[in-house]
T-cell receptor, first 111, second 112 residues
């Protein structure tokens, strides 16, 4: 069966520091991969999605970036965090059908 | 621009009664709709979906209704159980596009 992992589970970072969140999927190949953010009191906002290695589409302009160095690995990064980057970050995968399957999420607090 | 809206941030229901969660959308191009359930500090889990060619889809205690003319869908849970207490997200997409649009969620509390 397919499993999606995210780490770390929680992270506290100062403003201006870099960020790297990792997501890996097991048990499937060539998945579509997604990064979402849920800010307090708001819905899930799609940040990036990828349909293949090295292919990244950005939905929201911001100081975040994403990379897909391997088929089942998706990384969310920032060079300098802002206070507004605080939130709950979720990675998800799908196989071209509508249902997306989410990881456990990372709670990021920027102080 | 919020294309999918859940106007009720919270809902409380007595155990055994029906829970009705509502969702409205603005984009008439959406043709597939989903409901996700989310517990605190966890990722959302897929619950049930419906294609725009249907107006109802049922899975056990969960039924989703779609009213395309009103651009409205609802999730019915009957009977409601305490374990159903969670945040429920409505989502919509245009088939073939790699983008799910989510509502802001409704927190359901089922009172024992």
């Amino acid at each position: 069966s397919q499993t999606i992992h995210q780490w770390p589970a929680t992270l506290v970072q100062p403003v201006g520091s870099p960020l790297s969140l990792e997501c890996t999927v097991e048990g499937t190949s060539n998945p579509n991969l997604y990064w979402y953010r849920q800010a307090a009191g708001r819905g899930l906002q799609l940040l990036f999605y990828s349909v293949g290695i090295g292919q990244i589409s950005s939905e929201v302009p911001q100081n975040l970036s994403a990379s897909r160095p391997q088929d089942r690995q998706f990384i969310l990064s920032s060079k300098k965090l802002l206070l507004s980057d605080s939130g709950f970050y979720l990675c998800a995968w799908s196989h071209g059908v509508a249902e997306q399957y989410f990881g456990p999420g990372t709670r990021l607090t920027v102080t | 621009d919020q294309q999918v809206k859940q106007n009720s941030p919270s809902l409380s229901v007595q155990e055994g009664r029906i829970s009705i969660l509502n969702c409205d959308y603005t984009n008439s191009m959406f043709d597939y709709f989903l409901w996700y359930k989310k517990y605190p500090a966890e990722g959302p889990t897929f619950l049930i979906s419906i294609s725009s060619i249907k107006d109802k889809n049922e899975d056990g205690r969960f039924t989703v209704f779609l009213n395309k003319s009103a651009k409205h869908l609802s999730l019915h849970i009957v009977p409601s159980q305490p374990g159903d207490s969670a945040v429920y997200f409505c989502a919509a997409e245009i088939s073939g596009a790699n983008n799910l649009f989510f509502g802001t969620g409704t927190r359901l509390t089922v009172i024992p």
